[in-house]
């Protein structure tokens, strides 16, 4: 097979095995597990194999397959969007904004509508960061404002205006039934019908985010898991020296 024509790999390259797992809203049984196997060769795979079934409630079974993929891939018909990182550190950022703004840049963040989970924002935020990556808060040419969870859009564009931010940050963990959309369109909208769309960069972030999606929705970029305070804080400098026009 030619290196440009790919297929999932499990013992072997190109085998095409691959592990499913989801729930069918059936009684656990020898008939649900049958149902389990023809469902996933309906989804164009061979060789199927439940490993795994058990009931989670009445009338839902969990189950987890082991199958062959049929189709192959042509990895280079394959184009997508990245934010651009050139790897910067804490101390190469904090150095590039003192000298190419002479100023602390402003930054807000919060999870947005009914979500409570802050473990998104908190990550690139609190000072304390992850993974030994320094959050916003930490930055000494930074004014890091962390509104927590459980935020109306209205009370986050305010803080922004108040605040004067270069840029806002809005995080979504919860997606069920896209959720998630729903509140980072509510809170575009909002910035859009104020007319306040050029005085921010806007970025948003969860665990179902892509740099695509953030893009058509009309956001600057979009990070999604792995992205360490770092990544957000480089990209928010590069971006406001390229708005301002001022080089690198």
Request: aromatic share 10%.
């Amino acid at each position: 097979m030619s290196d440009n024509l790919i297929k999932p790999y499990g013992d072997t390259l190109n085998d095409g095995l691959v592990q499913l797992s989801f729930t069918l809203p059936i009684e656990a049984s020898a008939r649900a597990r049958k149902a389990a196997e023809a469902y996933v060769a309906k989804l164009n795979f061979e060789e199927i194999s439940v490993t795994h079934y058990k009931k989670i409630a009445d009338g839902f079974t969990y189950f987890v397959v082991y199958a062959r993929a049929i189709p192959v891939l042509d990895y280079n018909l394959i184009q997508a969007q990245e934010v651009e990182s050139k790897g910067m550190d804490f101390y190469e950022i904090n150095k590039q904004i003192a000298e190419k703004f002479g100023r602390k840049l402003t930054v807000v963040g919060a999870t947005i509508g009914t979500d409570a989970h802050t473990v998104g924002i908190d990550a690139i935020m609190n000072m304390k960061g992850w993974d030994g990556n320094y959050g916003l808060e930490r930055y000494p040419e930074l004014n890091a404002y962390n509104m927590g969870a459980q935020i109306p859009c209205e009370t986050l564009l305010a803080k922004a205006i108040e605040v004067k931010a270069d840029a806002v940050l809005v995080s979504q963990t919860v997606t069920q039934k896209d959720s998630h959309i729903r509140n980072f369109t509510e809170f575009m909208e909002l910035v859009e019908a104020e007319n306040l769309r050029k005085n921010f960069i806007l970025l948003i972030g969860g665990p179902r985010i892509t740099n695509e999606m953030a893009i058509e929705m009309g956001y600057d970029a979009g990070f999604g898991p792995g992205t360490k305070p770092s990544n957000v804080a480089e990209y928010i400098l590069s971006r406001l020296m390229e708005k301002q026009g001022i080089s690198r």
